[in-house]
């Protein structure tokens, strides 16, 4: 469907994405069927093939059970999970004040309600946002993104995570590395299990047909790698709807370009699971290998749609000070944001006419 506006591509995506998340069960089922074909007994393909189908309810029925567990565990505990993968600890207003009021300020001004707050004290520089419903959600930042950014960036990088939470970005991410979570689990369980009963010797008939094992896992990749084009496609159009937005909540489109360009290169987390990652502000761990695998897209072309759009200043490559911690290593001394007077930006300047 056409969109006009931002409103209405959000809405269009929104549909567009309800649409992709409904393929997840279909591969979750042909993952469940290559699992059979893997576990059937029978020597010869085509009998293989039949006694596979003729159990593919039971590991039907077990998938549904092992998933609805899941699921039930991750929609409960899905944030005690999310701060523990990445490493970050809530912080309160008495912390970090100029951060709390920074976001307290953006969501009063859109009628939003105040997500939480959580730091990552690591010295890369990214930021995301999660939640299954906004009353809930979390806005995190990176330490390092903290005293990187002067004001003004900051709160863009906080409008363009609002944003996420603002659009419903932080509920499908939640809801799609849920679905992901699941398929991986069953199928290295799974796997395993197979791996384990072929070490242990068994003979053809148990091991069942060669080929059969071999289409089972050629369904069990194929599913796996569906699912992740899935995921991508779910995220990447999301970041440049989120910047617009952003922009929208700010009027100031050179904050967010300074930011990004304060960004590039220096969000990696490689030790953060791949499925959060994909809800950062950047990942520049995807983002080296081939393009069609990036959860985001490059820096570079957000940035041109940010000068083409919204008519930004585009200052190029920015230089950091050398940080004294590396950038995967955790933060020794924890020095206020807000100090960073010696951003070579600093407060935005009127562009005139």
């Known amino acids: 469907m056409r969109a006009i506006g931002l409103s209405t591509q959000v809405w269009n995506n929104n549909w567009r994405c309800g649409l992709l998340l409904a393929g997840f069960p279909l591969l979750l089922a042909l993952s469940l069927f290559g699992l059979s074909l893997i576990f059937t007994s029978e020597p010869d393909f085509e009998r293989a093939v039949r006694e596979a189908v003729r159990q593919f309810p039971v590991f039907l029925m077990g998938g549904a059970a092992v ?73 995190t930042v990176t330490r390092g993104l903290m005293r990187a950014l002067n004001r003004h960036e900051m709160r863009a990088v906080l409008a363009h995570e609002m944003a996420h939470i603002r659009n419903g970005d932080a509920r499908l991410g939640v809801v799609a590395a849920i679905f992901a979570g699941i398929l991986s689990l069953l199928a290295d369980m799974m796997m395993r299990s197979r791996f384990h009963i072929a070490r242990r010797g068994s003979n053809n008939r148990r091991s069942g047909s060669g080929l059969a094992v071999i289409v089972g896992i050629v369904l069990i990749v ?109 933060v020794t001394e924890r020095r206020p944001w807000g100090d960073i007077a010696a951003s070579p930006w600093g407060p935005r300047s009127d562009p005139g006419p």
């Open 67 to 139: 998933a609805g567990i899941w699921f039930a565990i991750a929609w409960l505990g899905h944030q005690r999970m999310i701060s523990a993968l990445a490493g970050s600890s809530r912080v309160t207003r008495e912390a970090e004040p100029e951060l709390w009021n920074s976001l307290e300020d953006i969501a009063i001004s859109r009628g939003e309600a105040m997500p939480r707050l959580a730091v990552i004290e690591t010295e890369a520089l990214n930021a995301f946002a999660s939640g299954l419903r906004r009353e809930d959600s979390v806005v």
């Open 222 to 330: 194929l599913a796996g790698a569906l699912g992740t084009a899935l995921r991508l496609a779910l995220s990447r159009n999301r970041e440049f709807q989120a910047d617009a937005t952003a922009v929208q909540m700010t009027a100031d489109p050179d904050a967010l370009i300074h930011a990004l360009r304060k960004i590039e290169g220096r969000s990696s987390m490689p030790d953060v699971p791949a499925q959060i990652r994909a809800m950062f502000f950047d990942d520049e761990a995807l983002s080296l290998g081939a393009r069609f695998w990036a959860t985001h897209p490059p820096i570079e072309d957000r940035v041109a749609a940010l000068v083409r759009f919204a008519g930004g200043r585009d200052p190029g490559p920015l230089q950091l000070p050398v940080p004294e911690t590396a950038p995967n290593e955790p």
